[in-house]
């Protein structure tokens, strides 16, 4: 029986080598798959979620709509699709933007050792957000986000400020779903 806590163990060209559950596995840092949702509307405004404060590591940090692991045999896509339901309530077309690789450790002893798969969509509508998973979401425009990045990095996740770095060339200047996060 599948363990749904398991997550796919990859090497560095992000070929699967195993699986592990998923606190092992960041307590031992391996590289792993995963996945980061950017969702815009269309005025531009990109949504965040504030982590829920349950979270096993970065809680009540801001980040982008939705991240998380695929499961074994899950494709990366249908994963997103899936968690951004499970976090969200919703779901969009997604576009797919390429992928990078970060490693960060946190106070708690867990290590992010990830390939993180970034996809992006555009929603106009109701987020009934899972309070289990997300403390509050908010909608933010480029202008006020870039000011709020450069003045408190710290209020975010290390992933997102990644992925924040990579697409600043263009946002908040236009909704581009052509960028690429490939790194």
């Known amino acids: 029986m599948e363990n749904l806590k398991d997550i796919i ?10 699986t592990g559950e998923k606190l092992d596995v960041h307590r031992k840092a391996l590289m792993h798959r995963a996945f980061s949702v950017i969702v815009f509307d269309s005025e531009g405004k990109m949504l965040l979620q504030r982590r829920a404060l349950s979270k096993y590591h970065s809680p009540g ?3 982008n709509a939705c991240c998380s692991h695929p499961r074994p045999g899950e494709d990366t896509l249908s994963a997103a699709l899936r968690r951004l339901n499970e976090e969200l309530g919703f779901q969009c077309h997604l576009h797919y933007h390429g992928r990078f690789h970060y490693i960060a450790p946190f106070d708690n002893g867990l290590t992010e050792n990830e390939i993180d798969h970034v996809f992006s969509g555009i929603y106009n509508g109701e987020v009934p957000f899972n ?24 209020e975010f996740t290390v992933w997102f400020r990644i992925i924040y770095d990579r697409i600043a060339q263009f946002y908040p200047l236009k909704i581009n779903l052509d960028f690429n996060v490939v790194g």
Not at 9 to 18: A, K
Not at 139 to 149: K, N, Y
């Open 9 to 18: 163990l990859v090497d560095e060209n992000d070929q699967p080598i195993g």
């Open 61 to 63: 940090l801001w980040t």
């Open 131 to 154: 309070s289990n998973e997300v403390a509050e979401i908010m909608w933010v425009d480029g202008l006020t986000l870039r000011s709020w990045m450069k003045d408190k990095p710290e």
